[in-house]
């Protein structure tokens, strides 16, 4: 199949349900060990997963003429349809529990990172899969945690899937983050920094899931210096950018979760906003 020129939306299609929020208007619920507090979480985790597949088939539409190879096509259409299959296995869980996705309302923070990073491809790579996405890995395995801890392991077995496969979603991010700043000659671990602070606002929450990033490949000089602890950050800068960013939890997945539901984890985020897939 030949690739094509596409204009992309501005917003993707939405079904009339959920209905989309404010994150400040979402309800907290933090209770793992109460089956609403589970449902809301995998309800969560779904509209996370969902914008997941439009931002993976965002990267294919908007940047299609951009001259890149095959293979980054390719990529992302692997992610989209890993993304796909996320939210069908939480949609599934949903109704096994007696609800649905749709049934609760969602937030709408989670495209700000795509319309905050439609102009800039490594800024889209840099924000998308290297926080966010990157985030989910640092969050979810108390998630899993908390999940069993609560008897609910057929959840847990579906937030395990996801981890494993976001791992690789920061792998494919950081491959074509690092050829394209070569290519255009910038130093990779530079421009990282620099489109994190431009587009992301304020600090990375450790702690950093360092196991599950060094498999991703992503190298701690990247995020460390980031972090919310470190001397650079304590400074301070002014973001005239801020896009959306999670709260203090997160979940598994390219953008972040509510940090109503992620308890003291985080997932796919642009803070104080919430993202993570
Ligand atoms: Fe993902
Ligand atoms: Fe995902």
Known sequence: MAIGRASPLLRPARPEIPVL??????????????????VALLHALAHIELNAI???WDLVARFGDSGLPRAFFDDWLGVA???AEHFALLASR?????????????HDGLWEAAAATAHDLIARLAIVPLVLEARGLDVTPEMILRLERAGDCASAAILARI??????????????FDRLCHERGLDPEAAFHDRVRRYFSGALKPPFNREARDQAGLPAA????????????SQGSPHPNPPPQAEEGAVP???NIPPSLAGEGGTHAVRRGRVGA
């Not at 949903?94 to 969602?106: E, K, N």
């Not at 690789?168 to 991010?173: E, F, T, W, Y």
């Not at 990247?222 to 950050?233: K, V």
């Open 54 to 56: 439009d931002l993976a």
């Open 94 to 106: 949903l109704d096994t529990l007696g609800s649905a996705y749709g049934a609760l309302p969602a």
């Open 21 to 38: 929020r404010p994150p400040r208007d979402m309800p907290r619920r933090r209770n793992f060990g109460a089956p609403a507090g589970r």
């Open 163 to 176: 981890y494993r496969d976001e791992i690789g979603h920061v792998a494919v991010g950081l491959r074509w």
């Open 81 to 83: 349809a890993e993304e």
């Open 222 to 233: 990247y995020y460390e210096p980031l972090g919310a602890t470190s001397p650079a950050h």
């Open 253 to 255: 997945s390219p953008l």
